[in-house]
């Protein structure tokens, strides 16, 4: 984003009156369900539940009792997030107005901002080549600031390479001390291999992959004859857009792709949220809120409304109420917003 006119003190202000606000309003301090699994002191110990995080089972107390139970925590009243920012030459790209650099700005400022105001930390790593940059967690406006200056000031790569989020990840995963929110913000166009790091980040910290795109990438217009650039290793390639059967094998290998993409994160055991560079980010924030938060109150039996004014209460029905655990736990389904 080197060279970038905007100026942060005067995106941040727009943001706070356009969006942050929105979303104080309409979470109205749920950020915490939404954000969950802070603590770090042990409250209790209760049986295994259907949905319940297999992360958190105890396999001592399992062993010694021959039935799965899992630990729960006492939340800490502050925490601490950190955001990894892929920052690679791939996020200068953008069909419409808004690139998804810019794109990726934003939801740092909007996101680092609504936790600050409630008295949580945040830090940032960034990523170029490699992880380049580390500022650490604090709080307040001021601190926002300066991660959001600190983004714009990056200076342009030093050579072309493709990006390899399993270094920057793993460094992520010796950098953070603590449990902590991670929010991973990539267009996760990347050399394969990173999803056993994602993986391993995830079982130390609360892991939501944001993954930034936009629509060109997965479909091709008809343009006409194109010169296409790889954004990382200056790689050029000379394409007929035309072809109805070039645009559809795009296509294709852009959806193989997307099914990798998935398969990674649910491997991962790990949240995505989806933003495109045409879509509202508030509302894709809330989309993904609104899926978190009911996830959570299935994960704690809440009773729930169904079709044709039915009530249930715990897991579908035919479902036991209580079983072992499963090979992966509640994130099988990864919602996508």
């Known amino acids: 984003m080197s060279g970038s006119p905007r100026n942060p003190e005067r995106v941040l202000r727009e943001l706070e009156w356009t969006v ?20 770090l002191d042990l409250a209790d110990l209760r049986e295994y539940q259907y949905h319940d995080d297999v992360r958190h089972i105890d396999w001592n107390v399992t062993a010694r009792l021959a039935t799965p139970y899992v630990r729960q925590y006492h939340e800490d009243r502050d925490a601490t997030a950190w955001f990894l920012l892929d920052l690679s030459p791939s996020l200068d790209f953008g069909s419409r107005e808004i690139r998804k650099a810019q794109l990726s700005f934003d939801f740092v400022a909007v996101l680092a901002r609504v936790l600050t105001r409630h008295g949580n930390r945040v830090g940032a790593a960034f990523y170029g080549e490699t992880m380049d940059a580390v500022i650490p967690a604090g709080g307040g406006r001021r601190h926002v600031l300066h991660i959001l200056q600190r983004m714009l000031d990056r200076p342009p790569p030093t050579r072309a390479r493709g990006t390899d989020l399993r270094e920057f990840l793993d460094a992520g995963a010796r950098l953070i001390p603590r449990r902590s929110l991670v929010f991973v913000v990539s267009d996760f166009i990347s050399v394969r291999g990173y999803a056993d790091a994602l993986a391993r980040l995830a079982q130390r910290h609360e892991v939501i992959a944001v993954r930034v795109h936009d629509p060109l990438e997965s479909m091709l217009p008809d343009l006409g004859l194109l010169t296409i650039q790889d954004a990382e290793t200056g790689e050029q390639v000379f394409v007929d857009t035309h072809d109805r059967a070039f645009r559809k094998r795009f296509e294709q290998a852009a959806q193989r792709r997307e099914a990798a993409l998935r398969r990674a994160f649910v491997d991962a055991g790990v949240d995505a949220l989806e ?25 704690a039996g809440a009773v729930l409304p169904r079709a044709g004014g039915l009530r249930t209460e715990g897991p579908p029905a035919g479902q036991p109420r209580s079983q072992g655990p499963a090979t992966r736990g509640p994130r099988d389904e990864i919602p996508v917003a």
């Open 275 to 299: 933003l495109s560079t045409d879509a509202d980010l508030a509302d894709a924030i809330l989309r993904f809120a609104g899926m978190r938060k009911l996830r959570n109150r299935m994960t």
């Open 20 to 39: 942050i606000r929105r979303l104080d309003g309409l979470l109205h301090g749920d950020y915490r369900t939404l954000f969950r699994g802070f603590g």
